[in-house]
């Protein structure tokens, strides 16, 4: 006995605040795998326990604790707590009450709180999965308000949109657009070269697979690079500056001949170059013309 005061005497004496209130021990080995703060998981949360238990029912909760009963279909049976004393059941009540108070239910029954996306400052770029696109797709996010799906697989601009809220993160399924595109690249092949560097040549599509390079940011704007046939292809896409443009300022090298770019397309834009000349929905560069040249869609 002796032995055992001296031994309490010298133990440190904890801080007033750091004292955990009594009934924090019992609750985390009796109650927390169940109940949660502010959601319900497995059982009803605190909140709610402490909405339906005010300090005036501590008598019916440590009965339902003890024999519990059942109110909620969509939950399990809550198991038997008689082997808690009804004395900590009182604490782990009072506990609930102090720990719960002021504290909001969080809406939804959700385990998982909504994805929210993050603010970022525009343009921004985002791997994604996006409708009418390979999975390997790149969505552009620029700050006039549009954005563009760049398909890295094909290597090719599939389509812009208006809206710049994207819901791009769902690695399940495609994201959902916010509007239907108003550009809609259709050509089965975007890049004709012609036999010779003559403009009025015969053309004929290059079906050669595209290699994807990667793409690098300039100024936060996206230069995708990819090889075909034997030219090395870069794409910057970013905005033509006023309101609803998107440009497209393309780099080839290694060219040696004129080429021919299909812009046949769906929706409603209006397309142009700062080379060359579109008629009937093909623009047509000589080599020198398409060392670097600058797509303007306009969304009318
Ligand atoms: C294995 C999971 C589990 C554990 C552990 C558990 N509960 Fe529950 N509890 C539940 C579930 C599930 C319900 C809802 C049952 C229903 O409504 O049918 C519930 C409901 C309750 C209710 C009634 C709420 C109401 O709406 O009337 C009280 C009170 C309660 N629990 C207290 C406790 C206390 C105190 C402990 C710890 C000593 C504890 N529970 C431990 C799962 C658990």
Redesign the pocket.
Known sequence: MKYFLSLLLTLPLAAEDKVPPPGEQPFKT??A???MLASDV???SLVS?AK??PKAKQGE?VA??KA?G???TN?????S?AH?PDAD?AK?HDYLLSTADGVKEKSGKELYPKFKEPKRPLPYVVRASMPDSSPASVGVILENGLSVCWDTEACRFRYAYVGNKTNLFNIWKPASLPNKPFYVESSDVLIHSATSDDKKGSFFPITAKPRFRGYRLIDRNPEFHYSLGGFEIREQVGTGGSGGTIKRQFTISHLDRSIQLDLSSKGNAIVSSDKGTIKDGKLSLTAAEAKSFTLTLTKK
């Open positions: 009796n109650c795998a169940c109940h497995v059982g009803p326990l339906t238990y909760f339902w604790a519990p059942k109110k909620n939950m399990i049976q809550m198991p707590m808690v059941l782990i």
